[in-house]
């Protein structure tokens, strides 16, 4: 089973829903691509609803990663919502939760824009 | 099915391609064995990981995809200890080179956690230079251990 990604639109925020495992290979590069396509559409407000990915490798963490920088450098926002228990422990243990802006509701997340 | 404690020790080798099919290959025959084994849901998660991870190490960085080359892969239950082995063909790295991914100025890279990821899951970890040529990890888990 791979990643599947749906991207919808609420207000100015664009919410990018994923289910399945960021990995090394179609995975990662589906998200990629998805957040590539966004930042070509100069969206700025970008958030990723994680809520069905079960599971993510340390490639998939690289892309989350990338994923910040790039939409951070383009002047905009990424933010994170609804992550499981391991995959907010796997940012835990690499440092990295406290890095990106993780929220757990999904009209929180959207005011917080 | 919960094994008894005087079982004969089981090992299952294989010789895999340097393709990212055989990640899944290795997960599925390490997952197998430590599931006969009886290790619990939170341990299958951290085996899978970090024998993905191996597996991803010896295939894209030792490999490099070459299709000349294997990675050698064995999984042994014994006890109430898991051991997995995976040998590439590569050109082998010093260890020590290895940036460390939590200090800060690695936070933000987009690569360099594999190795950190299954020490951070396995009980046992061991990197070495393999005489003949690439990089041999072993991994260890112990049975209810964390």
Do not use: C
């Amino acid at each position: 089973m791979s990643v599947k990604l749906n991207t919808r639109q609420v207000g100015d925020v664009s919410v990018v829903d994923v289910a399945g495992r960021i990995t090394l290979g179609e995975g990662s590069s589906a998200l990629r691509d998805a957040l590539r396509d966004l930042i070509n559409k100069n969206q700025k407000k970008i958030l990723l609803n994680l809520g069905e990915v079960n599971y993510i490798d340390s490639s998939g963490i690289g892309e989350l990663v990338s994923g910040f920088t790039t939409v951070t450098n383009s002047g905009g926002n990424l933010k994170l919502l609804n992550l499981n228990k391991r995959v907010k422990d796997l940012l835990q243990i690499t440092k990295l939760y406290t890095v990106f802006d993780v929220h757990e509701d999904e009209a929180g997340a959207i005011r917080s824009f | 099915m919960r094994e008894n404690k005087h079982h004969v020790p089981e090992t299952v080798e294989r010789s895999l391609d340097s393709t990212l099919e055989s990640v899944d290959s290795a997960e599925e025959l390490a997952l197998g064995l430590a599931e006969r084994a009886g290790f619990d849901d939170d341990d299958l998660m951290k085996i899978g990981m970090a024998v993905r991870e191996s597996m991803v190490n010896a295939v894209v960085h030792g490999n490099r995809y070459n299709a000349n080359k294997k990675v050698h892969f064995s999984v042994t239950h014994a006890a109430e200890t898991l051991t997995i082995r995976v040998a590439d063909e590569g050109e082998g790295f010093d260890v020590e080179s290895l940036p460390d991914p939590l200090a800060p100025e690695n936070l933000m890279r987009t690569s360099g956690r594999g190795i950190f990821l299954i020490r951070s899951f396995m009980d046992e970890f061991d990197i070495r230079r393999r005489e003949r040529g690439g990089m041999e990890m072993t991994l260890v888990k112990n049975k209810g251990s964390r």
